[in-house]
C-alpha cells in the first residue's frame, strides 16, 4: 500500500531518510507495519536495523522528541503541535515534545538582500538608517534583524528563509500520506489521531508562513488591551509587512526565561505573575482570541512590572458557544451534575467511546467520581491543573479527544499555570481565573445571552421549516424514481463475514493439500516414472508442496488467534 501511496521517486530519498531515523531510535517495528521498508526494498534502497547502544536507555517519549529533532524543521514544528495536544498524550510525552525548540542556522544577509527589496520595493538602505546583518534569532521558517527608521524607531524585521515554502510542501504532502497510511495498517496508533494532528500541522503551517496574518494578529491582540498598560503588543509598521516579511517595534526587555535578570533589575514577581495570569485569561475566557503559545521565550518583562507579548503566529480561537460549554461544565461542577458534565465531554469530544454500550457507561461513572471529587470546593480553592489533567485522563482512557481549539485552550492554562508558579511558588491560578470565570457564567445566564439563544433558535428552525417542503419533494421524487438508496452498515456482520472468507480459504488449501498427499502417494507407486535419489520426482515434489502448504496453514491459524 506505501508503495503506491509514495510511489513518486521525488518522496523516495525523503521516506528513506525518515525511516533510517526511526530505525535508528528504535522504531523499526512502526517502519515495517506501515510498509515503509518493504516500499524502500523495491526502490532498492537498504535499511539499518542497528540500533546505537546510547539509545537503549531512552524513554519512547524522549526518543520520538529527539527522532523528531533530527528529522528537521517540518517535524520540530509537528512536535510543537504534538505538545498542545493534551488531550492525546500523557503529561510526560507533553513534557518531552515542549523541550522542541525551533533553532536553525542562520541564512547569509546577502542571500536575504534579493528577496527584501523585492518585498519592501527598494533597497533596504533606504527605508532603514541601519540594518544589523547579523540575526538576533533564526529558526526554521524566519531569521530576525534588528534595524532602525529614519525617524529613529528601533524595529525588528522578520524574513522567511528564501524558497522555504516548497520544502515545508513537500514535508506536508509527505506527512498526509503518511498519516493516511498509519491510521490504515497500524490500528494501536489510531488513538493518536495521525489524520487529525496532520490537518492541524498543515492548517497552522500555512497560517505561520504568511507573516501578514501573523501582523493581523499582533493587533487584533494589541486592540484588546487597549486599556491596559502595564501589557504592551508591537506596533506593526504595516508598509513594509507582507507574507514574507513582518516590520514590528523592537522591544527591549528582559526574556521570560531569565528569572534572574528580572531579580537584578528589582521587579516585582508576584505582580508578574498575576498581570501577566491576567492578560491569558482576559484573551482566553473573555475575547475568545488569545496567543496560542504563551511560553516564556515570547515572554518580555518591561521596566514598571510591564509584560509585553511576542510572537503571534500560533493563535487560538473560542468562540461564545464554546466558552458557553465551558460555562456549563463548571455549573454541572458546582451543581453535582455529573449527566451535565458527561454532556459537556461528549459534545467536546470528536467520537463516541470505543464501545458505545458500556463505555459509555463507565464514562459516566467515572464522572460521578470526577464530579465528587471538586464538589463543593470555592473556585477560589479549586485546582484548575489537577482537574484539568483528569479531565484529559478520563478522556485519554475512552478514546476521547478534543478539538484543536479546546487542546489549545487547555495547554495555554497548563502553560499559565507553570510560568506564574516559576514567578511565585505561591501562584494560585484558580484564585486569578475566579473572576473571569464568574463572569462567564454570569454572562451565559444573562437575559441578553438568553435572547440572542433563542432568536439562534428560532432562526434555526424557521430555515428548517423553510426547506422541509423542498427536501420532501426531493425525497419523494428520487423515490418514485427508484434512486432512493439505504445503506446500512454493520460492523459485527461485516467481521463475521471476513471470518467466513478466511475460513472457507483455509478450507479450501486444506482440501488442495490433501488432494496432493494422495496424489503424490500414488505417483509412488508408479515403477517408471522419473525419480530423484531413489524415489519418484513427482511424487517428492507433490509431498514438499502439501509440506509448504501445511506450514502456511499452520502459520495463519496461529497468527488468527494471535492479532497483536
Known sequence: MLWQALGAVRDLKRIHDIASVLIRYGFGDVVRRIGMAHALERA????RWREPEELAHL???ARVRRALEELGPSFVKLGQILATRVDLFPPDWIAEFSKLQDAAPAVPFAELRTQL????GDAPESIFSALDPQPLAAASLAQVHRARLSDGTDVILKVRRPGIRPIIEADLRLLERLAEIIEAEASDLRRYRPRDIVRQFTLSLRRELDFAA??????RIAEQFAGHPEISIPRVHWQWCGERLNVQDYVDGISGRDLAAADAAGLDRKLLARRGAEAVLKMLLEDGFFHADPHPGNVLYLTGNRIAFIDFGMVGRLTEERRSQVARLLQGLVGRDSSLV???????SDDDPRDPDSDLATLRAEIDTFVDLYHGVPLQRLDIGAMLSDLLTILREHGLSLPADLALMIKAFITL?????????????AAEASPFLRQVLLAHAAPAAFARRGWRAFADAVDLLAGLPRDLRQFLHAARRGKLQVQVEVLPLQRFGGQIDRAASRLALAIVIAALIVGSAIVMTVDKAPSLPGLPSFGLLGFIAALIGGLWLLVSIWRSGNPD
Not at 532498492?44 to 535499511?47: M, Q
Not at 501573523?214 to 493587533?219: G, L, T
Not at 499555570?417 to 491560578?429: K, N, S, T, Y
Open 44 to 47: 532498492g534502497k537498504a535499511l
Open 59 to 61: 524513554e519512547p517519549a
Open 117 to 120: 527589496v523585492e518585498d519592501l
Open 214 to 219: 501573523e501582523c493581523r494578529n499582533a493587533e
Open 342 to 348: 458527561a454532556d459537556v465531554l461528549l459534545d467536546w
Open 417 to 429: 499555570e507553570g510560568m506564574g508558579r516559576q514567578l511565585d511558588p505561591d501562584f494560585d491560578i
